[in-house]
Structure formats: structure tokens, C-alpha cells
């Protein structure tokens, strides 16, 4: 799947701004010319050799804030995602074979989470446990989670019906073995669209609550916090809130590329779409075989 | 005495219940409601009216005046409440509702004889049995925020226009005390019902009120019956709740408001708008509190290192953009409390503070304290730093409920900021005596500072020596070992050039004799 959704220029564009993203949150620290933390009496300084994006309120360098701040952002992100997918995505799979009292649980479950509201439950967590963000993106994860609920129970559904699921499990085939076997393949396409598009989600929604304020002690720099900070002097640096509302955007859209990638390129309907890309190329196509005993 | 935090944070992060969440609401306001209200201009209104669209920092969540206690917002609240008393340019207690009073020869009673013919806008009286109501009130509601600032007050007698106030100690601060911060006088038929007061306010000051919509707006209009109602010359004022720092000047150019209190950040750019902006004195002080009974500042060392770490130029330069000045005790310079003498206390010294710490037997990193603050705050990464340097590790701790453990006085170090009060012994005592609700250290004190107080009570306001009485009890009080104060925050003030000056009553917004477009309100 990889190599086809990098055979998109969409996909591509998205693979590259997510590695740069990531590359940012590993090694942003040590980039950051000078210490995110140091104050200086240089406060709201202009663009200048020594400071590229200028100085904060406290006289901060703000390209060190920003890179150190990136890392926040990202493990925010990507702690809903993967909560989302752990939380959302194997009681979406077990609930159609687990039985009807476990299919109704979860399903009620998920409608009841789908009611909640991400930022205010966000909120309530922190005012609850304290003023951090593991914990408030742990219980967004868990918001999020009814979305890989119903993509990967709606997928298995589907291959479940199968003749050659059914007769796996008449020969005697486990459960385990079956979704190993024949459901996983079938349902990871649409799990990897879903999990793309809560990383751009989760960015939202890290980006939102360090803008208020919420989850991160300061002077941790974050990229929500740099944009709400910048918003209070905009008479003296007009453009500063652009860099991060910029970064938070970009990385936004690219999460949402690469879901849109990942969708054209899954399934029939992705695999014709590249075959005619191919036939348009003059470049073959490689294609997966199908699964054993047909779709 | 309440609480209340820094009274005007500069920078993004200031206002405490109206985050930057509302910034997106008041773009939409600055946007809209010029288009959507006929563009009124900064002035007077279509109808010839003066009117006054001020948008505040402090828009009252509670309109009752014993709930809403006697912090910053009793100027929204003198709109339409008046007192015994009010003060001067020079922060002196002159009269208002009392037309005058006097001492008897103990000084421990004191008789308000109150204007004659005065009604409440509900058309009840205003006489003695008002102001003993009002007061008993503040001392006995559930809810009431007041009753630590009237401590003295055994009971008040009324006798007609005369209200009686029977004292527990020889005290000559009351007239200073019973003014626009402490007691707001209500209806007593209306305050019969203090939770529909809360909501609809019933006073006897300038202005009533025809329309709340709770924590957003109130629309006012003059009230004729107002004792001094001659000098008001505002038809109608419109207060809304400040929406964020960043689009206050906005709203300004615009016409949406033309008065407003602003961060410092924000005052460059209202001059380069066009606007007024100048600075009303007040009593604002910020400072650190250490809590003594608590390792590590048991130790007398370690206090004296976080005093002498503290450079208060820094505070002045970085966030009131240089309108604030530093200072080392709870009152400005040039106020009769400010004490000379101990200007220069404990002056910025890092390499004094590290040599104490050292003597104290504490290493570069030994020590490690939660700053706990209730919202984010640039003085506390200002504090972090320059502890910092001296080798004092702090972590900044946000805590949403941090009122209670502050007042409950568990917390071991945090910041605080009072607007002050008209009563400078009500301010020494809210900070430095055993009780004070500023005094995170409870029940220490000052060594002298009890006597000191006493003795600032026991003298009349006129009396030759009470500056420098009052001046040796702030002295006795800034030996407290549980605050350092830091700097002062200006009462930042932009308004449309149509809004003529106000008077220069510290702490004060007085709004007698203001003209808007250079009309006088119909008296």
C-alpha cells in the first residue's frame, strides 16, 4: 500500500511534510539555535540574523520555541490516533463475531462517545486530573475512537459474509486465525484512511487546547501556545501568529492528503484508478493478488 | 477582603474566566456590530444622547455588591450603587451618599448623617435604616465577600437620616473603609431578595440599570435622583465585557466602545490610533508569597536570597511596556503609606542571594518549588528565570482552583496582585497581619506590625503625625518574610477623544463632570 499511495503526487507531498513534521518532533530540540527557555531583555525584536522569526514577549528566540515546541504537537497527535485506532478498531472487528450482547455493548458505547464533545470533555478531563496533556489526549482518543468503531466493524461485515470466510470457519478455522487470515487484509485500508485523518484531527484538537492555554505547563513551547501568545502583540509583530497557524495548517492538510491517498489507492476502485494511471504512463501497475477464494 | 489576582495582565495570557477563547467571538463582534448598529459614531448616539460604550475587563459576574466584594470590579459596580463615602484626588474619604459625620471624643464610634430627600431607583429611602441594613448584610449573608473587611464594626444604630456605627476598637480609618469599595449601598427591599439583586441591582448611585445580559452587557441609563446628578452629565452607558487584548483598540477606532482599559501591550497602538490613552493612579502591586511555615522558606536565608534575586526593573520593562513602575511595597509612590525608608530594602543582588543560599546550605539545584498560579502568567517565567539564576529550580504549576488552596494558605509559593484599597490600614492588614487573606504565611506576622496598625487606627486621618504613622506600620509590615512585592501594573486607560478627562482619583473611575462630544446630559 505504501508504494501505491507514494505513486500519487498527493501522496507523496503528503508522505514528505508528515516526515518533515516528524523529523521536527525528533530532532527539534536540537536544532533550535538557542534555548527555548532563555529570556532575554531583547523582547519583541524584529527578524534578524540572530533571531529569524524574531523574539517573543520575553525576549525568547522564537524559531528555537517553535522547533522545540513541535514535539509536543506531534506526540499529542499521535497519541489520540493511536488511541483511537486500540480503542476504536478491535472492538469494531470482535463485534461481529463476539456475539449479539457484545455487538449491542459496543455499539451503544460508541453512540454514546460519538455525543460527547472533544474539546469540552478535553477540558473537564484536565480541570479533573490536572493540567496535562497525556491525559486529556488519552480521553480524545477515546472520543475519536467510534470513527475506527464503525470503519472496521462496516469492513469486516462485509468479508464476514464471505463464502470463504464461512467456509474457513466450518472447517474449523478459529476466529483469531479468520481475522488474521482474511479480515485484517481487508480492513486496514480503510483503518489507514481513518488513522491519517485523525492525525490531522489530533493536531486540531492539541493545536486548540495549548492555544487555550490547557494541558502544557508553561514556559513549555508549544505550537498552539506560540500562535495565542503572538495574537497579544500583533501591533508590534504583525505577521509572527502566520509561522505557526501556517505549521499547524500545513501539517493539518497534509493529514487529510494523505488520507485522500490512501483512499484512491484502496480497494478495486483504487487499483482501476492506478491501472489506468499506468496505462496513461505506459508504466504496468503492480497489484497484490487477491485473497484466497476471491472478494 | 477577597481575593483577587493581578488586576491587569499584560500580554495574552491575562484575564482570568475570559481566556483567549473569546477571541474568535469578539472578531466577530468588532466585525459585525459596527455594520449592524448604523455605525454610531464615538460619540453621542443618533438621538442626541451622551453616551458612554465602555468595554471592561472587569464586567461584574455579580451584581450584588456584598457578593461581588470590594476588588476591582466595584468601579463597574459604582455605575449604580453609591456609598457614605467616596475619595478624593488625593485618595481622601469626602462625601457622598453622608453628606457628613463625626467621631465621638473615643474615636470608637462614629455618627454618618446622610443627605437629606435621597431614594433608591426603586423609590425606597435612603437613610440610616439603609446603611444598617447594608452593613449587617455584608457582615451576616452566607455569601458575603465583605465580612473580613468589617472586623471593627460591633453594630450600627439608625435614627433617620443618621446612621450610628458602634465600633470594637478605636478606629479612624471607617470613613475610608465605608466608601465605593467596601460598602456599596442597596435597596434594602430589594437586597430582601439578594439572588434577584444579584441580577437586577437596585442603588442610589449615578446611573440604573434597564437591561443585563449576565457576564456580556448592561445598558444604563442617568438617574435623575441620583444626589449629585447635576455633575453627570452621561445620558446612557453601555458596559460589555472586554473581549481579547488583541481587539480592544480595534473596537475603539471603530466606535464599537470609546472607553476601555487596555494591556500595555496594546497602548502603542491605540495612540497610533488616535485614541486617548493615559493612566489612572491606583494602589496595583503585584508580588510573590512565600508561605514561612513551609520548608524552604523556613529558613530566613532562603527568604532573603528570593528577595534579593528579584530584579523588578525587569517586570516594568517586559510586561507594563514601561507604564508601571517597580516597587517593594503595596502602595505607589507619592501615596501617603509609601514608605521612603524602606525603598531600597533587599535590593536586586544575584550574587548576594546565591552567597545566602549557600550560608542556608543549599546548593545550585537543591531547591526545586511549584510555583502555583490559577492561569498562565508572564511574571511567573519572569520569577522562574531570575530564580533560576541564582539556582533555584521552579516549576510552574497551573491550577484552576487555585483559590482555595491559596486562601486556605497550604500553598508554599505563588503570585498575587491587589488593586489595593481606599483605606491604606485595610491594605497593611490584608497583607502583613496574622489573619490577612494576602498573608499566605498565616499566623505569622511581622514583629511591631500589630502595635504598628493599632496605632494607625488610633490616628485621625487629619492629625499631623498620621503620615508618619502610618508610614512606620508599612514599615513594619514589609519585614514580613512571607511577600515580595515586585512591580506595579498601570491602570491603562484608552478612550475616544469625544470623552473629556476624568478625575484623578486613585483607583478610582469617577464619572462627575465627564462630558461625551462636549454634551451635557438634559439634568
Known amino acids: 500500500m505504501v508504494r501505491r499511495v507514494l505513486s500519487l503526487t498527493s501522496g507523496r507531498i503528503a508522505v514528505a511534510i508528515l516526515a518533515v513534521v516528524a523529523l521536527l518532533a525528533v530532532l527539534g530540540p536540537l536544532l533550535a539555535p538557542q534555548d527555548p527557555l532563555a529570556t532575554s531583555d531583547n523582547t519583541l525584536a524584529a527578524v534578524s540574523g540572530s533571531h529569524w522569526l524574531g523574539t517573543d514577549y520575553l525576549g525568547r528566540d522564537v524559531l528555537s520555541r517553535l522547533l522545540d515546541g513541535s514535539r509536543v504537537s506531534v506526540l499529542g497527535a499521535l497519541e489520540v490516533a493511536l488511541t483511537a485506532l486500540a480503542v476504536g478498531a478491535v472492538p469494531g472487528i470482535l463485534s461481529v463475531y463476539l456475539g449479539r450482547v457484545f455487538e449491542w455493548v459496543t455499539l451503544r458505547l460508541a453512540d454514546t462517545l460519538v455525543a460527547l464533545p472533544f474539546l469540552l470533555f478535553a477540558v473537564a478531563v484536565i480541570a479533573l486530573l490536572g493540567n496535562g496533556l497525556t491525559q486529556a489526549m488519552l480521553v480524545t482518543g477515546v472520543l475519536v475512537s467510534p470513527l475506527f468503531y464503525r470503519v472496521s466493524r462496516a469492513a469486516t461485515l462485509a468479508v464476514a459474509r464471505s463464502q470463504y470466510v464461512e467456509a474457513a470457519l466450518i472447517c474449523g478455522a478459529s476466529v483469531g486465525w479468520v481475522v488474521r487470515r482474511h479480515v485484517w487484509a481487508k480492513v486496514l485500508p480503510p483503518i489507514a484512511v481513518a488513522f491519517a485523518q485523525t492525525i490531522g484531527t489530533g493536531f486540531v484538537i492539541v493545536s486548540s487546547l495549548t492555544f487555550l492555554g490547557i494541558g502544557v505547563q508553561p514556559p513549555e513551547p508549544t505550537w498552539g501556545g506560540l500562535l495565542a501568545s503572538d495574537l497579544g502583540y500583533l501591533s508590534h509583530r504583525p505577521w509572527a501568529p502566520l509561522v505557526p497557524a501556517v505549521l499547524i495548517m500545513i501539517t493539518v492538510w497534509a493529514g487529510n492528503l494523505l488520507a485522500d491517498a490512501i483512499r484512491d489507492v484502496s480497494g478495486e476502485a483504487g487499483r482501476a484508478l492506478l491501472k489506468g494511471r499506468g496505462a496513461r504512463t505506459g508504466r504496468p501497475e503492480r497489484t497484490e493478488p487477491a485473497p484466497a477464494g476471491g472478494a | ?523
Open chain 2, 1 to 523: 477582603m477577597p481575593g483577587r489576582i493581578t488586576p491587569r495582565r499584560p500580554g495574552p495570557h491575562r484575564r482570568s474566566g475570559r481566556p483567549r477563547a473569546t477571541a474568535l467571538g469578539a472578531a466577530l463582534a468588532i466585525v459585525l456590530v459596527p455594520a449592524l448598529s448604523a455605525c454610531g459614531g464615538d460619540a453621542a448616539s443618533a438621538s442626541g444622547d451622551a453616551t458612554l460604550k465602555w468595554t471592561s475587563t472587569y464586567f461584574p459576574a455579580h451584581w450584588d455588591p456584598v457578593v461581588g466584594g470590594s476588588g476591582a470590579q466595584f468601579r463597574e459596580l459604582s455605575l449604580v450603587y453609591a456609598s457614605l463615602t467616596r475619595t478624593d484626588e488625593s485618595g481622601k474619604a469626602v462625601p457622598d451618599l453622608a453628606e457628613s459625620w463625626e467621631y465621638n471624643d473615643e474615636g470608637d464610634r462614629i455618627t454618618f448623617h446622610l443627605r437629606p430627600g435621597l431614594k433608591f431607583s426603586d423609590g425606597e429611602p435612603v437613610d440610616g435604616a439603609a446603611v444598617k441594613a447594608a452593613v449587617e448584610r455584608a457582615q451576616k449573608q452566607k455569601n458575603s465577600a465583605l465580612f473580613g473587611d468589617l472586623t471593627s464594626i460591633e453594630s450600627v444604630d439608625a435614627k433617620g437620616l443618621d446612621a450610628t456605627v458602634n465600633l470594637n476598637q478605636v478606629d479612624y480609618q471607617i470613613p475610608q473603609l465605608l466608601g465605593q469599595r467596601v460598602l456599596q449601598i442597596a435597596s434594602p427591599k430589594a437586597a430582601a431578595a439578594p439572588e434577584k439583586l444579584d441580577q437586577n441591582p437596585v442603588g442610589a448611585g449615578p446611573f440604573t440599570v434597564t437591561q443585563i445580559v449576565p457576564g456580556t452587557k448592561a445598558v444604563l441609563k442617568k438617574n435623575p435622583e441620583y444626589w449629585d446628578a447635576d455633575n453627570i452629565h452621561i445620558d446612557n452607558v453601555e458596559l460589555t465585557s472586554a473581549p481579547d487584548a488583541s481587539t480592544v483598540v480595534s473596537g475603539l477606532q471603530t466606535g464599537v466602545y470609546n472607553f476601555a482599559d487596555i494591556a500595555p501591550s496594546q497602548a502603542d497602538a491605540a495612540k497610533k490610533a488616535g485614541l486617548d490613552v493615559f493612566v489612572q493612579p491606583g494602589f496595583n502591586a503585584s508580588n510573590i508569597s512565600l508561605n514561612v511555615n513551609k520548608a524552604p522558606f523556613d529558613n530566613d536565608k532562603v527568604v532573603d536570597a528570593v528577595r534579593h534575586a528579584v530584579n523588578r526593573q525587569e517586570f516594568v520593562d517586559k510586561l507594563t511596556f514601561g507604564y508601571g513602575e517597580a516597587t517593594n511595597q503595596p502602595f505607589p509612590k507619592g501615596y501617603v503609606a509609601y514608605d521612603p525608608e524602606s525603598e531600597d530594602a533587599y535590593p536586586y543582588d544575584p550574587a548576594k542571594s546565591k552567597k545566602l543560599l549557600a550560608e542556608a546550605g543549599y546548593r545550585s539545584g537543591d531547591i526545586k518549588l511549584d510555583l502555583v498560579i490559577p492561569e498562565e502568567d508572564p511574571q511567573a517565567e519572569i520569577v522562574q528565570s531570575q530564580l533560576a539564576a541564582v539556582g533555584i529550580t521552579v516549576d510552574i504549576k497551573i491550577d484552576k482552583n487555585w483559590s482555595t488552596p491559596f486562601f486556605a494558605k497550604d500553598l508554599t509559593f505563588s503570585l498575587y496582585g491587589t488593586t489595593g484599597r481606599d483605606s491604606a490600614a485595610q491594605t497593611l492588614t490584608a497583607h502583613f497581619g496574622p489573619d490577612g487573606p494576602l498573608n499566605l504565611s498565616t499566623p505569622y506576622e511581622p514583629e511591631g506590625f500589630e502595635a504598628a496598625i493599632a496605632k494607625v487606627r488610633q490616628t485621625p486621618l487629619d492629625a499631623p503625625e498620621y503620615p508618619q504613622v502610618l508610614r512606620e506600620a508599612t514599615r513594619a509590615g514589609l519585614d514580613s518574610k512571607a511577600l515580595v512585592f515586585t512591580y506595579s501594573q498601570p491602570n491603562l486607560i484608552a478612550k475616544s477623544k469625544s470623552v473629556s478627562g476624568l478625575p484623578k482619583n486613585p483607583a478610582h473611575l469617577d464619572w462627575t463632570g465627564v462630558t461625551i462630544g462636549g454634551k451635557g446630559a438634559a439634568s
